[in-house]
T-cell receptor, first 114, second 113 residues
Framework: KQEVTQIPAALSVPEGENLVLNCSFT??????LQWFRQDPGKGLTSLLL?????REQTSGRLNASLDKSSGRSTLYIAASQPGDSATYLC?????????????FGAGTILRVKS | DGGITQSPKYLFRKEGQNVTLSCEQN?????MYWYRQDPGQGLRLIYY???????QKGDIAEGYSVSREKKESFPLTVTSAQKNPTAFYLC????????????FGSGTRLTVV
């Protein structure tokens, strides 16, 4: 059974700091990995999608890497801002034996202090 | 703009009632999903559908039912058999091609009163 773990569970940093969020998964048989952002009481917003054949994706101040063989992904946020405060969710899209479904981690709650 | 619309945003259910949550998408996606989110926990899959008139149970389907009569619509009914229905419900859709990601709606918060 695919399991996704995110570390740390919560993180509080001063504005301007660079930070790294970690995601690990137990089965490397994945199609892709997706990072989402969730604001309180809201739906999920997709940040980055990394295909299994790719090593990283970048969007603005965000960079996500994927090491499929070791079952790890990191989300790097450069020059953090108070507006980055949210919950960040990692999800892996499993291959056929997982029914073509997304499996989520529990998330990292990020607070950026001004 | 293409997207997923969930309604209502807030829903209150009395004990013993069935309630239906709406999910509509105009992305022309084949697959649709329902997830439940509880505080401090990850999202858990309730039901999913990869094609019209077909759907499969997810990890926590007991007490829920769905239908997929149209490609654009995937309503979720929370039945009286669901003993702990208070949660945040999220609908999502995706292309069945594995190279594309998922798009989520804004959610429905269901509370039992």
């Amino acid at each position: 059974k695919q399991e996704v773990t995110q570390i740390p569970a919560a993180l509080s940093v001063p504005e301007g700091e660079n930070l790294v969020l970690n995601c690990s998964f137990t089965d490397s048989a994945i199609y892709n990995l997706q990072w989402f952002r969730q604001d309180p009481g809201k739906g999920l917003t997709s940040l980055l999608l990394i295909q299994s054949s790719q090593r990283e994706q970048t969007s603005g101040r965000l960079n996500a890497s994927l090491d499929k063989s070791s079952g790890r992904s990191t989300l790097y946020i450069a020059a953090s801002q108070p507006g980055d405060s949210a919950t960040y969710l990692c999800a892996v899209h499993g291959e056929v034996e997982y029914g073509n479904k997304l499996v989520f981690g529990a998330g990292t709650i990020l607070r950026v202090k001004s | 703009d293409g997207g997923i619309t969930q309604s209502p945003k807030y829903l209150f259910r009395k004990e013993g009632q069935n309630v239906t949550l709406s999910c509509e998408q105009n992305l022309n996606h084949d697959a649709m999903y329902w997830y439940r989110q509880d505080p401090g926990q990850g999202l858990r899959l309730i039901y999913y559908s990869q094609i019209v008139n077909d759907f499969q149970k997810g990890d926590i389907a007991e007490g829920y039912s769905v239908s997929r009569e149209k490609k654009e619509s995937f309503p979720l009914t929370v039945t009286s058999a669901q003993k702990n229905p208070t949660a945040f419900y999220l609908c999502a859709s995706s292309s069945t091609g594995e190279e594309l990601g998922y798009t989520f709606g804004s959610g429905t918060r269901l509370t039992v009163v």
